[in-house]
């Protein structure tokens, strides 16, 4: 059973920029995939972006060249850096690990973002 666990949210500037990050409690066996996910309030999940075992990264359209996954395997860590933040990046940042064991999911970090 893997355990995640997000950090790294809080209140910021529209403009600013933070670095979200997710940590595993253990090595994920590869293959695995590694997501974050937003929920603004009264909104459905949004997948944001994720980074495969290789490495390979993927962003939504809405976030694409603000957004930036990577991974440090040594660390079991994934972050996410966040650049001119918006007020609609406001929301409560999850991040979920699919693997062969099967999906787990962090309990979220808050982020938000006043005009």
């Known amino acids: 059973q893997v355990t995640l666990v997000e950090s790294g949210g809080g209140l910021v500037q529209a403009g600013g920029s933070l670095r979200l990050s997710c940590a595993a409690s253990?090595?994920?066996?590869?293959?695995?995939?590694i997501n974050w996910h937003r929920q603004a309030p009264g909104k459905e999940r949004e997948w944001v972006a994720s980074?495969?075992?290789?490495?390979?990264?993927n962003y939504a359209s809405s976030v694409k060249g603000r957004f930036t996954i990577s991974r440090d395997n040594t660390k079991n860590t994934i972050n996410l850096e966040i650049n001119s933040l918006k007020p609609e990046d406001t929301g409560a940042y999850v991040c979920?690990?699919?693997?062969?064991?099967?999906?787990?999911w962090g309990r979220g970090t808050q982020v938000t973002v006043s005009s």
């Open positions: 979920n690990a699919q693997t062969v064991f099967g999906m787990f």
């Open positions: 253990e090595t994920i066996r590869a293959p695995n995939v």
């Open positions: 980074i495969s075992s290789d490495g390979t990264p």
